[in-house]
């Protein structure tokens, strides 16, 4: 069976791991269609009639460029979408939409965004919910937590932390607590949805997570436990980011009813095979 695909962001993290996936899954039947998010004007991409759009693409960093690449990128692609009827669209949201709580996330809790990059993202999400309730489109939305896993930038905690246990150099501990989601674990989730978009109405918002809320600390001492061994730790007082929440879990009920999907690796097993893949 032919699979065309467009995947927005297929470069960064996830965009890799999930190609690398599809790939495998596809094989030779696999047809990543070119896609140049700096083109506005998606509608003459030559033979745009994809089979499923993953927008995985988003700008964290960057304010000037937050409106662009999550807002107006977003609408172009829904657009383009209600012309040519994929057969799903998912919608890489963020679980940062959600602002600060004091229990588990959950997908019909308001969102309190603190800064643009969490505004747009949840304007994004907005849009796909009015896109599937105005024309049809069939949009599903999910949000994922902590993820982690090879081609990970090296900036992010996990890489680092690899680095600096290969080196034998000593590490900055910030607090905090995160629902980590290996990156194979959060691509099945997503292709579940996407291969079955029918089982939920369409705008549905799924958390991706694990539901396990661990420290930064227990994610350094699952490096010990990897690596058989321990490097200095220096315990800093002070979040690394003012928006960091003390609380960061994810309710994964509804993935659960809806596509009987679990994630199921924890955080030890997830970082022995991330080492694995650095190492081997």
């Given amino acids: 069976m032919e699979m065309r695909v467009v995947i927005t962001g297929q470069s960064g993290f996830i965009g890799t791991n999930l190609t690398q996936h599809l790939s495998l899954q596809f094989g030779k039947d696999l047809e990543v269609l070119p896609f140049n998010s700096n083109d506005r004007d998606v509608e003459r991409i030559p033979d745009f009639n994809p089979d499923l759009i993953f927008h995985l693409g988003a700008e964290i960093y960057d304010y000037t460029k937050m409106k662009r690449s999550n807002i107006d990128l977003t609408l172009d692609l829904l657009e383009a979408a209600a012309r040519c009827s994929p057969k799903a669209f998912i919608y890489c ?24 990059y969490e505004a747009t993202k949840g304007c994004g999400t907005l849009l796909c919910q009015a896109f599937a309730n105005a024309y049809g489109v069939p949009t599903q939305i999910v949000r994922p937590f902590s993820v982690y896993g090879r081609h990970e930038k090296q900036h992010r905690l996990m890489p680092t932390l690899m680095r600096k246990f290969l080196l034998d150099e000593e590490v900055s501990i910030h607090p905090g607590n995160h629902d980590w989601v290996y990156i194979d674990d959060f691509i099945a989730g997503m292709m579940a949805i996407a291969l079955t978009p029918g089982k939920a109405s369409f705008g549905n918002v799924f958390n991706i997570g694990t539901g396990v809320q661990r420290s930064n600390m227990d994610v350094y001492e699952a490096f010990c436990l990897a690596f058989g061994k321990r490097v200095p730790v220096r315990r800093l007082k002070h979040h690394k980011h003012e928006h960091d929440s003390a609380n960061w879990c994810a309710d994964v009920q509804k993935m659960f009813d809806v ?10 097993q997830g970082i022995k095979k991330m080492c694995n893949d650095g190492i081997g």
């Fill in 259 to 268: 596509y009987g999907f679990q994630a199921t690796t924890t955080l030890e």
């Fill in 93 to 116: 949201g963020s679980s940062s939409e959600y602002g600060f709580k004091s229990v588990r996330m959950k997908e019909d809790q308001c969102l309190f965004p603190k800064n643009m």
